[in-house]
């Protein structure tokens, strides 16, 4: 997978930068359109249609050696024009800006702008950007194409805190990844356009490429939205994709996706979030690091067809696994950073102000499964974890998929639910102070806060309703946490198992026959001997539908 520094770094080295002036009718006197051509996404649709019946063709690739010496250091001295930005001067509320190439992100993109259904390519010109005179990059040949683009901040807004030629919003950079800054405003999490067989043991990850985007011109100076399409192109699939992007309290992104195969997938990953989890209160090895925790996201977080709410906490396994939650029509599904305690990672990096990505579905997806994918990993550099809707039904080549969901980037979920939620797993040895400690028994403390819990007379105490795929339960109770805190409790209880291999268990609070809080599932591993270099993969399916008893 593309590591976490690939994705990240590069982001951060441009920090100043910004593009191109506006097209038709705002061109800059020594910039023409290469190219002006009718534009509409029913077109679009039917190009990458037509294309999918071809034979993939790479994009043109630009000399390896040339891009290879544009490296950390050379990237870190490019600067764009910011008076050059697209939309610098209007219409509408962002510019646009562009990335350049080099060693990290090799394949060029072609960028467009549309003005009254008429799209016109807007080529590559060093010029357009601040190279110093010996930079590597000097010798790319006009129309090399870009890297990718992202949305300024709005230039109308507070500009002493804000100031868009400073500050981005969403990124769109490296094969078909893009990401947005949530509300708190701070990148972390990424969204792809699509995910292809991934962390399988015996078939190569595919990433296909945004090989082109083309971007609305907004039709007056207070337009909130940025509208954009994109053609996502790769060795199985061909597709057509239109992105309506809002700033609200955090990001809002409409996807409307038209997916034409052109061979057989196995996992054929629909809406896929990509995050990085090294390890956090759950578990922790011995000083590997002096802070508390390192993630951008703690857990993933399941709105069944039914109605059930579920919190799965992320681990970072010792080999790779992959988790399938089995589903109808699922409400929603999202990565999740809900510690947000500045205390728990003592980092100026901001892991507490990491975005939670929420997927909700538009229309009926039918039946398939939410998969979670779980990668060792031995640094926060990569990107280990990845949850996407993988159909239930075979993706063969042939098929067509019309698909249209809602990216919620936020602090939390969007929907929240009004039972107690899961707040904290915790791991330690089995057995009771004291007295000596059992081999091979493992303590959870799974602590919980809500509405439902805060009601509670001060005599009474929640049920904690325990399942497990293997293995024996014993020391069960609830108790509550701080009478400062109202509504915090948690619930202990000590696992017996044999074998090394994983373990699924589910948790909730119950009081007679009402559920007080959502379902806690969490995939237990009693052996930590096997290297971090396996990458085997273990499929557990049906774990969000495991009885409740």
Not at 425 to 446: Q, S
Request: hydrophobic fraction near 40%; proline fraction near 7%.
């Amino acid at each position: 997978m593309l590591t976490r520094r690939d994705l990240v770094s590069f982001t951060s080295l441009c920090a100043a930068a910004a593009s191109l002036p506006m097209p038709i009718p705002a061109f800059s006197s020594d910039l023409k359109p290469d190219t002006s051509l009718p534009f509409s996404f029913d077109t679009l649709i039917r190009l990458a249609e037509a294309t999918a019946l071809k034979p993939y063709v790479k994009s043109t690739a630009l000399p390896k050696y040339l891009l290879s010496n544009i490296d950390y250091e050379a990237l870190g001295k490019i600067r764009f024009d910011s008076a050059r930005a697209l939309f610098a001067n209007g219409p509408g509320l962002y510019p646009v800006t562009f990335f350049h190439l080099g060693k990290f992100f090799r394949t060029p993109v072609k960028m467009h702008v549309v003005s009254d259904g008429v799209a016109h390519e807007i080529p590559y010109d060093k010029t357009l950007f601040d190279l110093p005179v010996d930079s590597p990059a000097q010798a790319l040949a006009a129309d090399s194409g870009f890297a990718g683009f992202r949305l300024q901040e709005s230039r109308l807004g507070n500009q002493k805190d804000h100031d868009w030629k400073k500050n981005d919003w969403v990124a769109f950079l490296g094969a078909s990844y893009f990401r947005a800054i949530g509300e708190q405003y701070q990148y972390g999490i990424s969204a792809r356009g699509i995910a292809l067989d991934v962390a399988l043991a015996d078939k190569a990850e595919e990433f296909p490429d945004f090989t082109h985007f083309w971007i609305e011109t907004p039709s007056d100076d207070q337009h909130p939205d940025i509208t954009l399409y994109a053609l996502l192109d790769g060795p199985s699939l061909c597709g057509a994709y239109r992105f309506v992007i809002s700033r609200t309290k955090g990001v809002l992104m409409d996807i409307d996706a038209a997916l034409f195969l052109r061979q057989n997938i196995d996992r054929f990953g629909i809406a896929p979030l990509t995050s990085m989890y090294w390890f956090s209160e759950t578990a922790k090895p011995g000083a590997i690091d002096w802070r508390p925790e390192v993630h951008d996201s703690d857990g993933l977080a399941l709105w069944t067809g039914t109605g059930e709410r579920i919190w799965r906490p992320l681990n970072n396994p010792t080999r790779t696994m992959a988790s399938a939650f089995s589903d109808r029509n699922p409400r929603g599904f999202g990565l999740l950073q809900r510690d947000r305690s500045f205390n728990n990672y003592l980092d100026n990096v901001n892991y507490q102000r990491r975005p939670s990505l929420w997927v909700e579905p538009l229309g009926d997806w039918g039946e398939g499964s939410v998969q979670l994918v779980e990668i060792p990993t031995d640094d926060e550099i990569n990107d280990n974890i990845v949850a996407m809707w993988v159909p239930k039904e075979p993706a063969e080549a042939g098929n067509q998929y019309r698909l249209k969901y809602r990216l919620h980037w936020l602090a939390d979920e969007p929907y929240p639910g009004n039972l107690a939620r899961c707040v904290a797993t915790r791991l330690g040895n089995g057995g009771r102070p004291g007295l000596p400690r059992p081999k091979g028994v493992r303590k959870f403390f799974v602590e919980f806060i809500g509405p439902p819990l805060e009601k509670l007379a001060s005599d009474t105490k929640p049920q904690a309703v325990l399942w497990a795929s293997r293995g024996s339960f014993a020391n069960v109770h609830t108790e509550m946490m701080s009478s400062e805190t109202p509504g915090h409790w948690n619930a202990q209880f000590d696992l017996s198992v044999e074998g090394n291999e994983p373990v699924e268990l589910r948790l909730y609070l119950r009081l007679a026959e009402q559920t007080l809080s959502e379902s806690w599932l969490y995939q237990y591993h009693p052996s930590n001997s096997l290297p971090a270099t396996v990458m085997q993969e273990t499929l557990i399916q049906s774990s969000a539908t495991a009885p409740k008893a």
